[in-house]
C-alpha cells in the first residue's frame, strides 16, 4: 500500500527565513510526485509534478526536488501570502490514476 | 479558463438524509475524480472516472455512497441515509486522463451531518 508521509506537521517561519518541507514516500513503482498548495476554505492548487529522482522545478520562491524516498520543497526568503498548507501526492504503478495524499505541512510566514 | 466548480459550497443535512454533491469539470477533461478530506486528515480517494471505461469505485467507503458521470461532463456523488461520520469536505479533480496528469482541483463541498 502506497505511504506518504509530510514533516513537520506544522512550520513557524519569519518573513524572509528560508526553510524546506518534507514529503517521504514508498510506493510500489512511482510514476509522479506532485505537490500542491491549499488555503483555507479552497481545493488544492497544483504546484509542481516531478517524474524521476534528481528532478528539480521552480516556481518563484519555491523549488521542488526529489530523491529515490522523499522529495523537499525549499521555500527562499518566504513571504507572508506563501502561508498555506502544502499537501504532497505520489501516483504509484499499482493505482490506476488515483493519488495517495499525505496529510500536509501548515506553513505559517510573519511579517 | 473555467476551472473545476462544485455545488453546493456548504450542505448541512439531518442524520439520515441523502444528499447530492455536484462537480463540473474542466471543459475537455475526460478524467474525474471524487475525494474526501476529513480534519486533519490526507485526501482520502474516492471514485475515478475515465471517459466511457467503468469507474474505479475501489475508494467508495460503503455502500451508502455512488457516484455517477454523464459522458465526459457533469458528475454527481450521492450519500445515502448520511451519517455523522459523512462529515467532510468533499473535493472533485479533473485531468486530461492520459498518461500522469495534474489533477486540478475545485472548492470542495463543505458536508456537515447533524
Known amino acids: 500500500e502506497d505511504q506518504v508521509t509530510q514533516s513537520p506537521e506544522a512550520l513557524r517561519l519569519q518573513e524572509g527565513e528560508s526553510s524546506s518541507l518534507n514529503c517521504s514516500y514508498t510506493?510500489?513503482?512511482?510514476?509522479?510526485l506532485f505537490w500542491y498548495r491549499q488555503d483555507p476554505g479552497k481545493g488544492p492548487e497544483f504546484l509542481f509534478t516531478?517524474?524521476?529522482a534528481g528532478e528539480e522545478k521552480e516556481k518563484e520562491r519555491l523549488k521542488a526536488t526529489l530523491t529515490k524516498k522523499e522529495s523537499f520543497l525549499h521555500i527562499t526568503a518566504p513571504k507572508p501570502e506563501d502561508s498555506a498548507t502544502y499537501l504532497c501526492?505520489?501516483?504509484?504503478?499499482?493505482?490506476?490514476?488515483?493519488?495517495?495524499f499525505g496529510k500536509g505541512t501548515l506553513l505559517t510566514v510573519n511579517p | 479558463g473555467a476551472g473545476v466548480s462544485q455545488s453546493p459550497s456548504n450542505k448541512v443535512t439531518e442524520k439520515g438524509k441523502d444528499v447530492e454533491l455536484r462537480c463540473d469539470p474542466i471543459?475537455?477533461?475526460?478524467?474525474l475524480y471524487w475525494y474526501r478530506q476529513r480534519l486533519g486528515q490526507g485526501l482520502e480517494f474516492l471514485i475515478y472516472?475515465?471517459?466511457?471505461?467503468?469507474?474505479?469505485k475501489s475508494g467508495l467507503p460503503s455502500d451508502r455512497f455512488s457516484a455517477e458521470r454523464t459522458g465526459e461532463s457533469v458528475s454527481t456523488l450521492t450519500i445515502q441515509r448520511t451519517q455523522q461520520e459523512d462529515s467532510a469536505v468533499y473535493l472533485c479533480?479533473?485531468?486530461?486522463?492520459?498518461?500522469?496528469?495534474?489533477?486540478?482541483f475545485g472548492p470542495g463541498t463543505r458536508l456537515t451531518v447533524t
Open positions: 471543459s475537455g477533461h475526460t478524467a
Open positions: 472516472f475515465q471517459g466511457n471505461s467503468a469507474p474505479d
Open positions: 501526492a505520489v501516483h504509484s504503478g499499482g493505482s490506476n490514476y488515483k493519488l495517495t
Open positions: 510506493v510500489s513503482g512511482l510514476r509522479g
Open positions: 516531478l517524474y524521476s
Open positions: 479533480a479533473s485531468s486530461q486522463g492520459l498518461g500522469t496528469n495534474e489533477q486540478y
